[in-house]
């Protein structure tokens, strides 16, 4: 993570958005952490992957659909049109949100590798979030994904020193309802009970609704885990082992819901 802003400096939290078609989803579950602060500006980046666009020439690419069950050609052409449209929806939801949170706001597309253009956003946020990769048949249906209608969130709090600004955003996202948040301890962490108790009193109203630790500290074993937390949302520290494209590629591919990635906030945000 990285060392204090000065005082009053914009802080940035951008917003990954892609074909998938649940950009205010999304954008809604993220509200929570605008407040009203006239210093954050939201940044929504529609990603636009490389992988999808080159499957989408492929000759073999059919789209499946969930109402009927029926099966159709999906070609570029076709592709283009739904992606261009997907792009609008994400650019309007995203003004309105940042009109209803009364934040500065701005919306770009990119074209590239995900997991490229992630590290590459993230290292220029102070908190980053995106939705995990799903096939295109998925992505580009009619019928999108839908978090669940209460978001439940969990936090891993790795170390003491980016301890607070992942607990900060947290209970911001989760509007202050500890009932809706859990916590995932490291090793490292889990071993100082007093730390981890000091963290929660200081920032937390109430203690979370549980806690769990992790046996050991590989990314596996904490993709295993989260798997199995079923969250609405994951808040994570920017740590040097996860701001590295191959981290951030099996999180992406192998999480269910939307990450949080905290470099910089704390409790004056």
């Known amino acids: 993570m990285k060392a204090n802003p000065p005082e009053n400096a914009t802080r940035r939290i951008a917003v990954i958005l892609g074909p998938g078609g649940s950009s205010r989803s999304l954008l809604d579950i993220v509200l929570p952490l605008l407040g009203r602060d006239r210093t954050i500006e939201m940044q929504g980046v529609f990603l636009e992957e490389a992988e999808l666009k080159h499957a989408a020439e492929l000759p073999f ?133 007093a730390a981890v108790e000091n963290l929660f009193k200081r920032l937390f109203p109430a203690r979370p609704s549980h806690t769990r630790a992790l046996p050991d500290n590989s990314l596996e074993t904490l993709v295993r885990a989260l798997r199995a937390e079923e969250a609405s949302m994951l808040v994570l520290a920017a740590t040097p082992d996860l701001m590295q494209t191959d981290a951030l590629h099996l999180l992406r591919q192998q999480l269910r819901c939307p990450i949080c990635l905290v470099r910089y906030w704390d409790e004056s945000s």
């Not at 790795?158 to 992942?166: F, I, K, L, P, R």
């Open 61 to 193: 690419v059919k789209e499946l659909c969930r109402v009927t069950f029926s099966v159709r050609e999906f070609d570029s052409e076709q592709f283009d049109r739904v992606l261009a449209l997907r792009m609008r929806t994400a650019q309007r939801a995203l003004a309105l949100l940042a009109k209803r949170a009364g934040v500065a706001h701005s919306f770009r597309n990119v074209r590239g590798s995900a997991a490229s253009l992630l590290l590459e956003t993230a290292n220029q946020s102070d908190i980053m979030v995106f939705e995990p990769a799903r096939n295109m048949a998925a992505a580009m249906s009619s019928r999108p994904y839908r978090p669940h209608s209460i978001p439940r969130i969990v936090v891993v709090l790795s170390d003491s020193e980016t301890g607070s600004g992942v607990l900060f955003a947290a209970l911001k996202l989760a509007e202050g309802d500890m009932r809706r948040v859990s916590v995932v301890l490291t090793p490292s962490v889990a071993n100082d009970p």
